[in-house]
């Protein structure tokens, strides 16, 4: 891989007037490494490895797979130094067009102590498509070659076999940790099937459970993740979420939160169902599961796309779960007002050290950039983000996937790793350690980091024009924006106020008050509260 970039500086804006134990602080990398190709895409999967090598320092597996014919999958040691460059290249098995996207672990299913993991495989050089799931065991025993090796249910109807999937604990009671994996777009009645594998030593291909969609449900599996024990009968119990599923009267897109108990058998059928609140919430396109409250039973985290006035799109709801829930969230958190994109991947790690998992949500839409949000967990908590890591390249999909990757620099510490996957088509990976001086900040984390030059973009088309004209927008905020229209006097003709979701508005070369405007030149100008671009115009009459 490419060199490291170590202790990057980020971008940023802090308060000069609050204490500095209050601040929200600016996370930085310890190495960052880039795909070796424009085609890699470094970081479309991450998945922890514990200690395979038994040196004392936790390791990871990353995919790069953003190319349609370019896949291998990395594995990075520990070290107390900054390392990037692979240990271990596991290259796709032969025939698959795409291999590793993604990747995902799956906690112990052999029973040997060690987490192992999924890569989805593809091919489709010949119709009908085929897809897999490759399952390799971790430990001093990883190679190059999959373990286990799952196939779709059916070549006509799977569209997405492997592309989801978590371990979910002991299920059915033998003892063994067992594992989903979801293909959230098969066809039938509705979209998606989810497979559930006993654990074993070793386990095999054969799904023991196939749970597919309903008339009730009718999009599953978008997400599965452990709940633990939550009613205390022995079985671990799972939680399953999908953004796309319709509300109980046919709403669009409400999505769906739902929780299936583990027994011997399993649940088929969900216990606890929890819809979005409006259509289009598309609740549960983003989810993990963690101990938030410090009672001892996991908690959910889920997306949800409800608006929060004035400017927030999305949020994350958090459910505090029980065997009797309300089905409204306990807690939400909410991102930097005016920019889309909190939720969308969530996931956990202490990162700060004091024994309490921390949720850290992945925005890569942030200001058409990418941003890393952490919220602490702990005495005092808050729905208030306390850190964040921004890196200011556009269109680079910073936090598209992260992971914790338990402490790999050996300071007892759990630490993180994020992507960026689109960054020039090789993808970037970057390695954040956890440290126990990380705070909760206990104050409004605003202002936000400094947005990427390149993130306001102002098209015109015809241009020249003679009697109207398409301006095209790429704003990074939801507030405030604005267009407007001078002479070369620097006198306002027109404008036009953008509301949500607006992206582009036809000028006719008329003034506000409906006058026709000479030929001429004449500057559009697009403003928000941090930022603004201006384009040329030319009219001819």
């Not at 983000?385 to 269109?395: I, V």
Request: aromatic share 12%.
């Amino acid at each position: 891989m490419k060199p490291a970039i170590c202790i990057i500086t980020l971008l940023a804006t802090m308060w000069l007037t609050a204490p500095a134990a209050a601040q929200v602080q600016p996370l930085q990398a310890w190495w960052i490494d880039t795909g070796d190709t424009d085609s890699t895409g470094l970081g479309m999967g991450i998945a922890p490895l514990g200690d395979i090598n038994q040196d004392g320092y936790d390791d990871f597996v990353a995919a790069g797979t953003l190319g349609y014919w370019v896949a291998n999958l990395y594995v990075y040691l520990g070290s107390s130094q900054s390392d990037t460059v692979p240990d271990m290249v596991i290259p796709k098995p032969d025939s698959l067009q795409w291999f590793g996207l993604p990747t995902f672990g799956v906690g112990d299913v052999n029973g040997d102590g060690y987490p192992d993991f999924i890569a989805q495989g593809t091919r489709q050089d010949i119709p009908p498509v085929q897809e897999y799931a490759y399952l390799y065991f971790g430990g001093p025993l990883l190679d190059t070659i999959p373990d286990i090796i799952m196939k779709n249910e059916s070549e006509q109807q799977s569209h997405s076999f492997g592309s989801r999937g978590a371990g979910l604990g002991d299920i059915n009671g033998d003892g063994y940790n067992d594992m989903g994996i979801t293909d959230p777009w098969f066809g039938g009645t509705g979209y998606g099937a989810i497979y559930l594998y006993y654990g074993g030593n070793p386990p095999d291909s054969i799904p023991d459970i196939v749970i597919h969609a309903d008339s009730i449900l009718d999009h599953i599996g978008f997400h599965i993740f452990p709940l633990g024990d939550m009613n205390q009968d022995g079985y671990a119990d799972w939680v399953m979420s999908d953004g796309q599923c319709q509300g109980p009267n046919g709403e669009f897109s409400t999505g769906v939160v739902a929780i299936y108990y583990g027994g011997n058998p399993p649940d088929t059928i969900p216990h606890t169902v929890i819809y979005g609140s409006v259509p289009g919430a598309d609740l549960g396109l983003g989810l993990t599961t963690f101990d938030w409250d410090g009672d001892g039973q996991e908690d959910i985290f889920a997306w949800c796309g409800n608006f929060y006035p004035p400017d927030n799109h999305g949020a994350v709801w958090e459910f505090n779960v029980s065997p009797v829930m309300s089905g409204q969230p306990n807690h939400i958190f909410l991102g930097i007002p005016g920019y889309p994109g909190i939720g969308e991947h969530v996931f956990h790690v202490d990162l700060s050290g004091d024994g309490r998992q921390d949720l850290i949500s992945g925005a890569p839409g942030y200001a058409m950039a990418g941003l890393v949000y952490v919220f602490l967990n702990g005495t005092g908590q808050d729905t208030l983000y306390d850190a964040y890591y921004y890196q200011g390249n556009f269109n680079q999909q910073l936090g598209n996937i992260g992971s914790g990757v338990g402490d790999i620099n050996g300071d007892g510490i759990e630490d993180m790793a994020v992507s960026e996957p689109a960054y020039s088509g090789n993808g970037r990976l970057h390695v954040i350690l956890g440290d126990d001086g990380l705070h909760q900040s206990g104050i409004s984390p605003f202002p936000e980091p400094l947005l990427p030059q390149t993130a306001v973009l102002l098209k015109a088309y015809p241009n020249p024009f003679n009697s109207e004209v398409v301006l095209e927008i790429f704003v990074p905020s939801l507030k405030n924006n604005l267009i407007q229209i001078y002479n070369l006097k620097g006198q306002e003709v027109s404008h036009f106020r953008l509301v949500y979701g607006q992206y582009r508005v036809v000028w006719d070369g008329k003034s506000n008050s409906g006058q026709l405007c000479a030929s001429g030149i004449y500057l559009a100008k697009l403003s928000g509260i941090k930022y603004q671009a201006i384009q040329k115009l030319i009219l001819i009459r």
